[in-house]
């Protein structure tokens, strides 16, 4: 008896979608085709390039609007109160996650407020990260939602208490990022495995503890999340580098500082003021070497750029420091949270060929970052502050601080 002929294995097939995001087609993969942002990209840690035809209502070029926004004449404290231009739903096609207008308005504050305007620094690994990787992830994420939504709910918190806004309002805002670190809490210990939801939850959450002045619990978050991405990458699930470099920098710059528990409030602020004088003299030091070399000029860029912020800081900070009479004291500013930024461009001046602009921008923001929250302690004032000597344009700090 013959043997029966099988049918010729045919390869599956499907129709081709000409629909698809950016980031899939170039990729040459399906796409799951959701919208605003595809869920394959989400699940494998991928930035979504959007769709051809249809806007990112999630997420926005925050200065690209308003460009002309900010003018000479308006002072530092301005540079956070003006109005936020955000895109459009389209058509009513997307539905937002974000169902409540505090939910929104404190989104489109984090947004504003984690991505800076203007080129006078070259971007950094934390401000990808904090600006756009997790807020989009946190569009499908649920858990990932929640942390980001208690963060910037703290953060429009501090800027509500420090401009005097009702008291309803900041009721309502203290409230809301309660509740979602409470969901965001539950939604990760109901996770049996680790994974990058759980990351970016764990970042997000170490962001509420550093800017409600918890600087311990801070410090033992960002070592919790440097175990957990590791542990995320040794199983094999794509971890975004931007997301490690934040982190594993994060963890370095936190070494310096004494441990809050044997400090006063006051001594923490001396310490940051004879940081940041320390950081200023050698940016002084620094910046005329590099004019003579044919110096990376982006390197260049974000050295004078954070000694005008480290200028503007020095000057309103003073007034709480007894006029700028620093007592504290360390070794050499290489022991202090610009460490890994001051031996970075030493090697650059060493060795050219082995250097990373995006990794020194990122040793540079944090540090400053850093040294700002460390002494700021949770104050209202000097935390709003430490938000615009971190994120307003240049020229006005500038100017400010003539």
Not at 225 to 242: I, N, S
Not at 291 to 318: D, F, G, I, V
């Amino acid at each position: 008896m013959a043997d029966p002929v099988l049918p010729k294995r045919r390869k599956a097939w499907h129709p081709k979608a000409r629909t698809g995001c950016k980031t899939c087609k170039a990729r040459h993969v399906r796409c799951s085709e959701e919208k605003p942002q595809c869920q394959r990209c989400i699940k494998l840690g991928k930035v979504c390039g959007g769709y051809a035809d249809n806007p990112k209502p999630w997420i926005f070029e925050p200065w690209s609007e308003r460009s002309g926004h900010y003018r000479g004449s308006q002072s530092a404290n301005d540079a956070l109160e003006g109005p936020i231009t955000i895109v459009s739903l389209y058509d009513g096609v997307f539905t937002s996650p974000y169902t409540t207008a505090e939910a929104q308005t404190a989104l489109d504050f984090w947004l504003r407020l984690t991505t800076p305007g203007g080129t006078d620094c070259p971007a950094d690994a934390i401000r990808n990260t904090l600006g756009r990787y997790i807020p989009q992830a946190a569009w499908h994420l649920d858990v990932v939602r929640h942390s980001l939504l208690s963060a910037a709910s703290t953060a429009l918190v501090l800027e509500a208490r420090a401009s005097n806004w009702s008291l309803e309002l900041q009721s309502i805002l203290s409230k809301q990022s309660v509740v979602h670190m409470h969901l965001a809490i539950q939604a990760v210990l109901k996770e049996r495995q680790p994974s990058l939801s759980t990351v970016l939850a764990a970042v997000m959450i170490a962001v509420v503890c550093v800017w409600t002045g918890r600087w311990e619990e801070y410090n033992r978050h960002i070592n919790h999340c440097r175990t957990l991405g590791r542990a995320v990458r040794a199983k094999g699930e794509f971890v975004d580098a931007d997301l490690l470099i934040s982190i594993d920098t994060m963890f370095h710059v936190l070494q310096p500082f004494p441990p809050v528990s044997t400090v006063t409030k006051e001594s923490r602020l001396e310490y940051a003021v004879a940081v940041l004088t320390a950081a200023k003299a050698w940016f002084d030091d620094s910046l005329p070497d590099l004019e003579e070399t044919s110096a990376c000029e982006p390197l260049k860029t974000a050295l004078r750029a954070y000694r005008t912020r480290t200028m503007w800081t020095l000057r309103h900070w003073q007034k709480f420091d007894g006029q700028g009479k620093e007592h504290a004291h360390f070794a050499s500013l290489t022991q202090s949270p610009f460490g890994p930024a001051v031996r970075h461009v030493q090697q650059y001046i060493n060795d050219h060929t082995d250097f990373d602009l995006g990794l020194l921008t990122t040793q540079l923001t944090l540090g400053f970052k850093s040294t700002l929250l460390y002494g700021a302690c949770g104050n209202a004032q000097r935390m709003r502050e430490t938000a615009i000597a971190c994120h307003a344009p240049i020229v006005i700090l500038a100017s400010d601080s003539l």
